[in-house]
């Protein structure tokens, strides 16, 4: 690590911030810790002198201004980790903090936070000589405090002088050794990615979820089966090295015990599954903790990207955190429950052609995200590397998939103004290759009631995106009906299939 950084300041004691602190720790820096919440303070230095590599090099404040003021004299420059909750209060944290900036300080946000925001920041930061880098860390909080990814954006020098620092605190891709950590590329296009990131997190959640209900009701296969499923999916083939397959398999792998985790969650004596003390109430997004899937398809609509399997896993997991709804309507509508999936065809067939429907989805997913980056890379003169994204993603990282790194980095390293990543034979080879499986999944899923709103939705949208037919020929001419819309004709060049942009045409349908 260079000299020059022998210290920084985290704003943040929760999971992420105080999992950071240890690690910074770890790696020779004296950290200073603050957070507006004195118990979380004292619990991270708490951790800390428990732990003898670590003891003396953090310091916690319930003061911002003593905290500020611990970081002077003890490196050329100050330098700040966020660790926060996106929005208000990272504005005023800063508002906090400026007095006691000066020129060279430097700010690393590592929340997930709107990139607009970071921008915003960014110039209210550059106009007293401070440089604020907004940066995606993911990974949770086990990565936080072992490697996680990192992508920053901002100021290219700022970003030049932490690099050392950054690399030294970020995962290693195992194959190739190297950090998983890249400027992205100016303004606020670190957190963009981060949040693209979470689009696809999300996509991938959804479908392995759907996954697991349709084995264990479709399938009738209790939770262990279904892990060992996983666990196999995980070791070859076009899943392998897939993080969210592993550590699902884990947890469907965990049997409560008599004295349950460190707290006590998950004791029992009986040897029942940890899992089955799960609500099905995803709330983060409710709860307004988690922004980054909602900004993630405000921005697909906005740039006019397709991001439909993104989108149907948000939406369930909106419709999911709102049980009390749920429950009344629920006695209304009288849905049918997910029943057994009959047939005469072996369960080990179903499961393969399963495995083949999730490595279609998640690479649906993937294609989604990154046309998205690519778009909006495009649109702020980011020049962002796609190969770049697909490289921090190797380790550290909820989205890790070996194979479809493998597959995506070589192609898009080179090709950074790709808007449509199925342009990619190989892309589109494979999921062409799956995408029969996808459907035999997605009918027999329908036919006996299972839920799979990011499966259905991926099917739909690789049959629309690689479609020449489409019911939206009514569509336009309804359009053109009442408003006169006007539209273009089939076969005639320049129109078909011609720019994006209105038609020459419209016919009187109805004289008004």
Known sequence: MPPAIKSIGVVGAGNMGSMMTLRFAELGLLVSVWDVKKESVDEVVKYAKADQSITGKVQG?????????????????????FSITHGHPADEVLRMLKPDLKEGDIILDGGNENYRNTERRQKECAAIGVSWIGMGVSGGYQSARRGPSLSPGGDAKAIE??????ESYAAHD??????????????????????????????????LAETWQYMHEGLGMDHGKIGDVFEKWNESGELRGNYLIK????????RRTPKGDYKGEGASRD???????????????????????LWCLMESASRHVSCPTLAAAHYLRITSGNRIERARVAKKLEMPIPKPIEGTRPHTEIIEHLRKA?????????????ELISRASIDEGWNVNLGDCLQIWRAGCIIKSDYIADLLQ???????????????????????????????????????????????????????????????????????????????????????????????????????
């Open 358 to 370: 999730v490595y279609c989805a998640f690479l649906a997913s993937f294609c989604q995200g990154l």
């Open 271 to 293: 040897d029942g599954y940890v899992l089955d003390d799960v609500l099905d109430k995803v709330v983060q997004d409710d709860d307004n903790t988690e922004g980054t899937p």
């Open 161 to 166: 002088c932490v690099m050392p620092f950054l």
């Open 247 to 254: 550590i699902g398999a884990h947890i469907l792998h965990t």
């Open 174 to 207: 195992p194959k190739s050794g190297t950090p998983c950590v890249k400027r992205m590329g100016p303004g606020g296009s670190g957190h963009y990615i981060k949040m693209v990131h979470n689009g696809i997190e999300g996509g991938m959640l959804s479908v």
């Open 61 to 81: 404040f319930y003061d911002i201004n003593q905290f500020s003021k611990s970081l002077e004299g003890k490196s050329e420059r100050k330098l700040f980790m």
């Open 410 to 512: 070589p192609p898009l390293a080179t090709q950074n103004e790709l808007t449509n990543t199925k342009f990619v034979d190989a892309v589109a080879h494979e999921l062409r290759q799956n995408f029969h499986s996808l459907k035999q999944v997605v009918m027999e899923g329908t036919k006996f009631d299972q839920y799979i709103p990011a499966l259905s939705a991926t099917l739909e949208y690789l049959k629309y995106e690689g479609g020449l037919g489409l019911p939206t020929k009514f569509m336009e001419a309804q359009m053109d009906y009442f408003g006169a819309h006007n539209y273009n004709r089939p076969g005639i060049p320049g129109e078909d299939p011609g720019p994006v942009h209105k038609g020459p045409h419209h016919y009187e349908w109805l004289p008004a």
